[in-house]
Nanobody, 119 residues
Framework: EVQLQASGGGLVQAGGSLRLSCATS????????IGWFRQAPGKEREGVSC????????LYLDSVKGRFTIASDNAKNTVYLQMNSLKPEDTAVYYC????????????WGQGTQVTVSS
């Protein structure tokens, strides 16, 4: 059974940092792409970042470039999203998802973790 478990959200002041984790199981991690998405109240879901596990290629939403870093720990089948210099507009529920290639469809989704950035 494919599982993705997102964690690490919380309440932080603007300028602060959080690290989200996406622990996975039930599929061949090395052959996957893991993406982070977010959805704020009243807004559409948007892709934040993605990593190709096989070669480490990454993609980022323009508004998070230079502030967020995605990385994988292949021994733990876990992907992290390090979020620095957080802004109130980063407030959202963050989800991780598994697919085959970054930018294409994602087959499995984890539950969300709430990130709230206060001003």
């Amino acid at each position: 059974e494919v599982q993705l478990q997102a964690s690490g959200g919380g309440l932080v002041q603007a300028g602060g940092s959080l690290r989200l984790s996406c622990a996975t199981s039930g599929f061949t991690f090395d052959d996957s792409a893991i993406g982070w998405f977010r959805q704020a109240p009243g807004k559409e879901r948007e892709g934040v970042s993605c990593i190709m596990i096989s070669d480490g290629r990454t993609l980022y939403l323009d508004s998070v470039k230079g502030r967020f870093t995605i990385a994988s720990d292949n021994a733990k089948n876990t992907v992290y999203l390090q979020m620095n210099s957080l802004k109130p507009e980063d407030t959202a529920v963050y989800y991780c998802a598994m697919g085959t290639f970054c930018g294409l469809g994602y087959d499995y989704w984890g539950q969300g973790t709430q990130v709230t950035v206060s001003s």
